[in-house]
């Protein structure tokens, strides 16, 4: 009778502790986990939409239910360098069946890199109600849970979106101030390949934008994005991620831009510091393919290339 | 890693296909050309008809408005230019020349035939060429061509029945020229014989290949035997120094794309592995599996029709399997335009090179 009473007992606490934790994960206001996402599905007011880099991926299976929006020509101008204008922006949601109450989940491939950058797109036009699936399509994938190839139409939504907030936006201007020490109060966070960082290289292997200058912008700190991550792809914790940044000197005293390359891999470090911290951050998606072909601002070179890497 | 493993048996799929059922364009068609026997080209019509049906139905599951001037991913469907016209024509006299067009020679390659070898040695030199000449091509008139999709312009119906009258009205045509033999009285056989030992009607392997190409979409990719090649031939000029700098344009098109080589074993070097394999496999079983020895002349002719069905293969962005066959299942105007083309081209220089061969002899 004890061992059996003792087994129930054990297993009643296994169990609350289980549901505690689920719903902390399930709770969190800027994170969903796998788990929680997979009970949800069913739900009319939840909408799940996929930002992803590789083409063909949403087409041969997504997470069902789930809307694609393409990154290079649903979220950003077709005829100027920028995001997405608020108009195309409201409709976009409205054919995606989203309300002004909808629950909104992002999740995407390679790390959920777009994914975070749609985040940020979706906070600079005042939606709040969005989280990003933890770990991504990734972690989806390899818990070996259902993908769909259907794609679902849903009946247009009426959301309204506000005028884009440049507040979590950082332009050229601003990032020239920080480098001429004329706005010595904000802290940049260069979250390329340290290799990037030093100047030793323009861009990784195989990707088409360049810049005429290597190197970063000065006083720049490097955290690669990939230190905000667990194996699985999931975000450290809040603890573990206070820990780290404050180590490169970034401690939430301070405002903070984060840039990369073309701004999509410092979106998921933005989302790190101002979504999962709480930190005052901007993300400068003009990033390096701007910055390192403008005329007259100052570059730090640690290789000591000049013209076009050499 | 699943991609991979799927790669490897589409491929064995494919080669034990191509083998069994000697599924060669070019043996098929100079079949028709000298005998007025339509059989093989009959069967690959089939395949082409049973993947005009399942690409389009899978085309309504991963872009389900064909209206808003998307391409659905991946296909097989290229710019319509001049310059595809060329490449085509190219290498249908590169497939007369060496008597098989590049799939076949891979599957040749598994029966043992080791002149095979050589066009492939050709292939990759026909690639490099190719190479060498894209950029002036790509200007002259590749990035101006439009890219011509018939669901796009009349509806997933529309182009499915457009393109299955266009294939009927062909089988028409090729069934009233065919001209009827007397088969050998099959009757004795055992089934076992006939699976295993006989080559199976072109139809048949037609028909399997239509559907494996379907499943191939579905899953990874197009069909297609060039990619790894390419790959191949890039990477080596790239390491000699040998390529231009930058090759306009090449990677934004869907094709045999030819990426830098960045794993040992890709996607589409699986499947050609495998295919090859397969096609050992079962020419082993049959009884097809012979070393063949080279004489000079014909490894001559090898090497120089596999240079130009690999420029014509780099250029069109893909050969008779990855732009005619997936091309045409895509419903992709390109894919009609390449098989025209290429049999124009062999048409003419099979009927020179017989003459020529006639008047030496």
Redesign the interface.
């Known amino acids: 009778m004890i061992s059996v009473s003792t087994t129930a007992r054990r297993f009643g606490a296994a169990l609350a502790l289980s549901l505690t934790a689920g719903l902390a994960q399930a709770n969190s206001d800027v994170l969903v986990s796998t788990d929680w996402l997979a009970g949800e599905l069913d739900r009319d007011d939840l909408r799940v939409i996929e930002v992803s880099v590789n ?2 991926q949403f ?2 299976g997504h997470i069902p239910g789930a809307v694609n929006l393409r990154w290079h020509t649903d979220l950003v101008d077709t005829v100027s360098r920028d995001i997405v204008s608020q108009e195309n922006f409201q409709a976009l949601l409205r054919e995606a069946g989203i309300n002004n109450d909808t629950d909104i989940v992002l999740y995407g491939d390679t790390n959920n890199w777009f994914a975070a950058w749609g985040a940020w797109i979706f906070e600079i036009y005042g939606v709040d109600n969005v989280r990003l699936l933890d770990g991504g399509r990734n972690k989806w994938e390899a818990e070996g849970r259902a993908l769909s ?3 679902t ?1 849903y009946a247009a939504g009426d959301i309204t979106v506000a005028a884009a907030d440049n507040s979590i936006r950082a332009f050229l201007p601003d990032v020239v101030d920080v480098a001429r020490r004329d706005d010595p109060s904000t802290q940049l966070v260069d979250i390329r390949s340290a290799a990037e960082y030093e100047g030793r290289i323009i861009a990784p ?2 990707v ?1 934008e360049l810049a005429v200058r290597a190197g970063h912008i000065p006083s720049a700190v490097n955290v690669s994005w990939g230190q905000a991550v667990n194996e699985d792809g999931t975000f450290k914790s809040a603890d573990e991620l206070r820990a780290l940044y404050a180590d490169a000197g970034v401690d939430g005293s301070q405002p903070v831009i984060t840039y990369c390359r073309i701004g999509e891999r410092s979106s998921h470090t933005w989302f790190a510091l101002s979504k999962i911290l709480g930190y005052d951050v901007k993300n400068y998606d003009g990033s390096w393919t701007e910055y390192g072909n403008s005329v007259g601002v100052p570059v730090t070179n640690l290789a000591g290339t000049v013209w076009g890497g050499q | 890693m699943e991609a991979l493993g799927l790669s490897l048996l589409f491929g064995g799929g494919f080669g034990l296909l191509l083998q069994r059922s000697r599924f060669c364009f070019f043996c098929v068609t100079r079949d028709f050309i000298d005998a007025r026997d339509a059989r093989g080209l009959l069967g690959i019509l089939a395949a082409l008809a049973i993947g005009t049906l399942g690409y389009h139905l899978v085309f309504g ?4 408005d064909p209206g808003t001037g998307r391409l ?3 296909a097989h469907i290229g710019p319509v230019s001049w310059v595809l016209a060329l490449a085509a024509f190219v290498f249908g006299v590169g497939m007369s020349l060496s008597g098989s067009c590049i799939s076949a020679h891979l599957y040749r390659l598994g029966e043992g035939a080791l002149a095979s070898l050589i066009a492939l040695v050709g292939v990759l030199i026909g690639f490099g060429v190719g190479f060498a000449t894209w950029n002036s091509l790509y200007l002259a008139g590749i990035d101006q061509a439009p890219v011509l999709w018939l669901p796009g312009l009349i509806g997933y119906g529309g182009s499915a029945t457009v393109q299955l009258l266009g294939l009927a009205l062909i089988a028409a045509v090729l069934m009233r020229w065919h001209q009827p033999r007397q088969t050998s009285n099959q009757s004795t056989m055992s089934f076992a014989q006939a699976l295993l030992r006989q080559r199976w009607p072109t139809y048949v392997g037609g028909l399997l290949i239509g559907a494996l190409a379907v499943m191939a979409y ?2 990874v990719a197009p069909l297609g035997v060039t990619a790894e090649l390419g790959s191949i031939a890039r990477t080596a000029g790239d390491q000699f120094g040998l390529l231009p700098q930058r090759l306009q344009g090449l ?1 934004s098109f869907s094709g045999c794309a030819t ?2 080589k ?1 794993a040992i074993l890709s996607q589409n070097g699986a499947f050609i592995s495998a295919l090859v394999l397969a096609a050992f496999a079962s020419a082993l079983i049959a009884g097809d599996f012979s070393a063949q020895r080279v004489s000079v002349g014909k490894a001559l002719g090898q090497l120089s029709g596999g240079i130009l069905m690999g420029w014509g293969a780099m250029t069109a962005l893909g050969c008779t399997v990855g732009t005619l066959l997936s091309g045409i299942m895509a419903a992709a105007v390109s894919g009609w335009v390449f098989a025209v083309f290429c049999l124009l081209g062999l048409w003419l220089s099979w009927r020179i090179k017989r003459r020529v061969v006639r008047s030496l002899a």
């Open positions: 083409p063909g087409e041969r190839p259907r794609q139409n292997d195989g088409a | 599951l991963f872009l389900p659905p991913p991946d579905l899953r990677d990426a830098v960045n």
